[in-house]
């Protein structure tokens, strides 16, 4: 989706990613609008009839010293128009994150859950934004500090940008990869780095609170198993880090069978029709765990923030996950 385009409402917008999220579209990432130049949205009647505000911010990773000059991509982006406020646009943005994060495949079975349960996951998505947007909520700080760069990352003129990064330090900031980036990408791979549990449980909790208070007792109990679960395989911040309690060997003891209701095929079979007593064995990839992050590290560097959002992209992140077998009881 493209936000804010010429008479889209934060509401209209809204509506739109409901629409999606029900025909089944399962990833939807939202852009901000560019002013291309030689289109119908760049031109001044377009500009002066919509009264859109454009600010400029740099292309991310669209930057080198070339002969000794600091040479920058800038793009110009819309973000506020005469129906869109710019605290809107943010808002919108940051509704984004939320949907992105929620849709990664790292909280797949979220989307298991709702499909067992009848849930719209709009529905689930527009909780866990206003949870965030209000402060009550696991991701309530990253998801400020999202918007605060969001925000920052945009400028008044195309000079403006080049002079900011042309600064040293700042120049610097951008080789480290702590500034430049692509935002999403970027506050993604920070929550799973450093929030991956608390990621996992916030979701359930939104989960139970959809629910509400008259759901049946099995069902409950089947959706903590899962979140145990959860849990237990994927701990990828403890992966990437590669804490060595991570590669120890753990057995998990439910009453649902939530290993094979995640194998078999969405719209089944619901997960509180698994109910039988399991064993489970997790065993992590070690040698495929520390392949990856190798790998990272050699092309990106160090720095966890730098290199997971981007060895993600090539390296599905479920090699970091916790192998599931099930064990005699």
Same mark, same amino acid.
């Given at each position: 989706?493209?936000?804010?385009?010429?008479?889209?409402?934060?509401?209209?917008?809204?509506?739109? @990613?409901?629409?999606?999220?029900?025909?089944?579209?399962?990833?939807?990432?939202? @852009?901000?609008?560019?002013?291309?130049?030689?289109?119908?949205?760049?031109?001044?009647?377009?500009?002066?009839?919509?009264?859109?505000?454009?600010?400029?911010?740099?292309?991310?990773?669209?930057?080198?010293?070339?002969?000794?000059?600091?040479?920058? =991509?800038?793009?110009?982006?819309?973000?506020?128009?005469?129906?869109?406020?710019?605290?809107?646009?943010?808002?919108?943005?940051? @509704?984004?994150?939320?949907?992105?994060?929620?849709?990664?495949?790292?909280?797949?079975?979220?989307?298991?859950?709702?499909?067992?349960?009848?849930?719209?996951?709009?529905?689930?998505?527009?909780?866990?934004? =206003?949870?965030?947007?209000?402060?009550?909520?696991?991701?309530?700080?990253?998801?400020?500090?999202?918007?605060?760069?969001? =925000?920052?990352?945009?400028?008044?003129? =195309?000079?403006?940008?080049?002079?900011?990064?042309?600064?040293?330090?700042?120049?610097?900031?951008?080789?480290?990869?702590?500034?430049?980036?692509?935002?999403?990408?970027?506050?993604?791979?920070?929550?799973?780095?450093?929030?991956?549990?608390?990621?996992?449980?916030?979701?359930?909790?939104?989960?139970?609170?959809?629910?509400?208070?008259?759901?049946?007792?099995?069902?409950?109990?089947?959706?903590?198993?899962?979140?145990?679960?959860?849990?237990?395989?994927?701990?990828?911040? +403890?992966?990437?880090?590669?804490?060595?309690?991570? @590669?120890?060997?753990?057995?998990?003891?439910?009453?649902?069978?939530?290993?094979?209701?995640?194998?078999?095929?969405?719209?089944?079979?619901?997960?509180?029709?698994?109910?039988?007593?399991?064993?489970?064995?997790?065993?992590?990839?070690?040698? +495929?765990?520390?392949?990856?992050?190798?790998?990272?590290?050699?092309?990106?560097?160090?720095?966890?923030?730098?290199?997971?959002?981007?060895?993600?992209?090539?390296?599905?992140?479920?090699?970091?996950?916790?192998?599931?077998?099930?064990?005699?009881?």
């Amino acid at each position: 989706m493209i936000v804010p385009l010429p008479e889209e409402t934060k509401e209209s917008f809204l509506d739109g @990613f409901r629409i999606l999220a029900k025909a089944g579209v399962q990833q939807i990432t939202p @852009f901000t609008t560019m002013m291309l130049r030689g289109t119908d949205t760049s031109n001044l009647e377009t500009r002066n009839k919509y009264e859109m505000l454009t600010k400029y911010r740099l292309l991310p990773k669209q930057f080198g010293d070339y002969r000794g000059e600091k040479c920058f =991509e800038v793009e110009e982006v819309c973000v506020a128009t005469r129906d869109m406020p710019f605290d809107d646009y943010l808002q919108c943005r940051g @509704f984004g994150l939320i949907s992105v994060v929620f849709s990664h495949r790292q909280l797949d079975v979220m989307q298991r859950h709702l499909v067992d349960l009848g849930i719209s996951t709009f529905d689930f998505y527009r909780l866990a934004w =206003e949870k965030a947007a209000q402060g009550d909520g696991l991701l309530n700080e990253v998801y400020r500090a999202f918007l605060r760069e969001s =925000e920052d990352e945009t400028f008044d003129s =195309e000079d403006e940008v080049n002079a900011f990064y042309s600064d040293p330090e700042n120049y610097q900031a951008l080789l480290r990869g702590e500034l430049g980036d692509n935002l999403m990408r970027k506050y993604t791979g920070e929550i799973f780095i450093n929030h991956s549990l608390s990621v996992i449980r916030w979701g359930y909790q939104i989960l139970l609170e959809l629910l509400g208070p008259d759901v049946e007792p099995e069902i409950v109990d089947a959706i903590k198993d899962a979140c145990r679960w959860v849990e237990a395989s994927r701990q990828v911040g +403890s992966a990437f880090r590669l804490d060595s309690d991570f @590669f120890d060997h753990e057995q998990l003891d439910l009453q649902f069978d939530v290993a094979r209701w995640y194998e078999e095929e969405p719209k089944a079979i619901p997960l509180w029709k698994y109910r039988t007593n399991v064993r489970y064995s997790l065993l992590p990839d070690e040698s +495929s765990i520390r392949d990856a992050v190798s790998t990272g590290r050699r092309l990106f560097g160090d720095d966890m923030m730098c290199w997971v959002p981007k060895i993600l992209e090539t390296v599905a992140i479920d090699t970091f996950w916790k192998r599931c077998s099930h064990i005699s009881t």
